[in-house]
């Protein structure tokens, strides 16, 4: 037995017999915006929710279809900080993206508080926007009185 076979026996010795590939969770290219421009489009079309965390712009058009936009300033901080900061609105969005509605594109903007702020600030702060942007109904909009 020479020394790759000896390997792969050990890989699979090591691996549960049953265990399944994690499916990708990530936006795929078609759910984010690509292009500059279409981000400047939505800052021109002038829709947008102020929070403490974030911005959430909004932009109308043909080929709009919840994808989404991020941005974080170098007002957010140095690159290790506008990188966390668009990470954590990246994960926001997509844990909560099934729950939008709409055919508009969503721009996130990162403000400096995300860097400080608990997880769970982030995503009520996310949900209100979401909610004020016409993006996601409240439950009392839906009948729902547990709201």
């Known amino acids: 037995m020479d020394h790759a076979e000896q390997l792969e026996q050990r890989e699979q010795a090591n691996q549960p017999p049953d265990t399944k590939p994690i499916p990708r969770q990530t936006l795929s290219r078609a759910q984010r915006i690509t292009q500059s421009g279409e981000i400047r489009e939505a800052y021109a079309q002038g829709h947008k929710a102020v929070g403490s965390c974030m911005v959430l712009w909004t932009r109308a058009g043909g080929n709009a279809q919840l994808r989404l936009g991020v941005v974080?300033?170098?007002?957010v901080g140095n690159a290790a900080a506008r990188a966390r900061a668009k990470r954590l609105l990246r994960e926001v969005y997509r844990t909560?993206?099934?729950?939008?509605?709409?055919?508009?594109?969503?721009?996130?903007?990162?403000?400096?508080?995300?860097?400080?702020?608990?997880?769970?600030?982030?995503?009520?702060?996310?949900?209100s926007l979401a909610v004020r942007a016409h993006l996601?109904?409240?439950?009392?909009?839906?009948?729902?009185?547990?709201?």
């Open 96 to 127: 909560h993206r099934a729950g939008l509605a709409g055919h508009v594109d969503v721009v996130l903007v990162a403000r400096h508080a995300i860097l400080r702020a608990p997880w769970n600030d982030v995503v009520q702060d996310f949900r």
């Open 72 to 75: 974080a300033s170098r007002k």
């Open 136 to 147: 996601r109904e409240t439950r009392e909009a839906r009948g729902d009185p547990s709201a």
